[in-house]
T-cell receptor, first 113, second 110 residues
């Protein structure tokens, strides 16, 4: 079965650079979520979209923005990168606007040097 | 962790033994999910239990939920070396986003 696809899988950036992470949800899933997992930490919710509209917002820095496009894929844009942004970034998708199982992608490992 | 604690933080057992992990949470929930994560890899969904359910089984997994105590447990029976991973519980405490527990690191020795 098709799973959530994330790209790139690994990304290395310098401080103050920008990064764009992409997420392609499972077909027919209408909701996308972004999570950040620091080293040795549990995943933390950043932001979610339902039917291309932002549906919830968590501890996402103002330097980050995200959107969901007409084909339901989503992009997380990160600017003015800091060392502390180094983490695994997961995208998850679900159907019916949520309250059901969220399926996670393999994650993008971002390293900021 | 934002939501609660997982207990124990780390667990080391022999292959074939059972492993029990506990999770506590702080707010009312619609459902609780358990995920597995191999080191530095993605989160794999194991099982979802709804707030009106008390127990659920899936293969070697058994999950219980006690909403009066705001706690859940995950039992893995007849553990295998391949079960070595971190296990997280997650609740949809507020809206649809998941709030994760701190996780239990399980090591199954062969």
């Amino acid at each position: 079965a098709a799973g959530v696809i994330q790209s790139p899988r690994h990304l290395i950036k310098e401080k103050r650079e920008t990064a764009t992470l992409k997420c392609y949800p499972i077909p027919r899933h209408d909701t996308v979520y972004w999570y950040q997992q620091g080293p040795g930490q549990d995943p933390q919710f950043l932001i979610s979209f339902y039917e291309k509209m932002q549906s919830d917002k968590g501890s996402i820095p103002d330097r980050f923005s995200a959107q969901q496009f007409s084909d339901y894929h989503s992009e997380l844009n990160m600017s003015s990168l800091e060392l502390g942004d180094s983490a695994l970034y997961f995208c998850a998708s679900s159907s019916m606007g949520g309250r059901v199982t969220q399926y996670f992608g393999p994650g993008t490992r971002l390293t900021v040097l | 962790s934002q939501q609660g604690e997982e207990d124990p933080q780390a667990l080391s057992i022999q292959e074939g033994e059972n492993a029990t992990m506990n999770c506590s949470y702080k707010t009312s929930i619609n459902n609780l999910q358990w995920y597995r994560q191999n080191s530095g890899r993605g989160l794999v969904h194991l099982i979802l239990i709804r707030s009106n359910e008390r127990e659920k089984h899936s293969g070697r997994l058994r999950v219980t939920l006690d909403t009066s105590k705001k706690s859940s447990s995950l039992l893995i029976t007849a553990s295998r070396a391949a079960d070595t991973a971190s296990y997280f519980c997650a609740t949809d405490a507020s809206g649809n986003k998941l709030v994760f527990g701190a996780g239990t690191i399980l090591r199954v020795k062969s």
